[in-house]
């Protein structure tokens, strides 16, 4: 069974930095497009970046400029550089296949975002 493990999250102030990593069990990162998705408080989950097999990228309109997703597909790593935090990027952070999600989803990783 495919496994996700998302790691990286912390408590950081507006205008800080965070990275977060995605760890994946076999070779399910090599082989699809992959995306970083959030969800915070009281609201629906939402695709936020997500990097396809042929390394394009493709961010929502909330965080372009700002966050930065890469892959290792040797590392079977996805990655999720973020710059610039704002309270509003408060969430719990998630990785899975993109832009259609066709793995069970890991635990995730909590970002907060101080004002």
């Known amino acids: 069974q495919v496994q996700l493990v998302e790691s990286g999250g912390g408590l950081v102030q507006a205008g800080g930095s965070l990275r977060l990593s995605c760890a994946a069990s076999?070779?399910?990162?090599?082989?699809?497009?992959m995306g970083w998705y959030r969800q915070a408080p009281g609201k629906r989950r939402e695709l936020v970046a997500w990097?396809?097999?042929?390394?394009?990228?493709i961010y929502a309109d909330s965080v372009k400029g700002r966050f930065t997703i890469s892959r290792d597909n040797a590392k079977n790593t996805v990655w999720l550089q973020m710059n610039n935090l704002k309270p509003e990027d408060t969430a719990v952070y998630y990785c899975n296949s993109a832009p259609v999600t066709y793995f069970n989803w890991g635990q995730g990783t909590q970002v907060t975002v101080s004002s």
């Open positions: 076999g070779s399910i990162i090599s082989a699809n497009n």
């Open positions: 990097v396809t097999s042929g390394g394009s990228t």
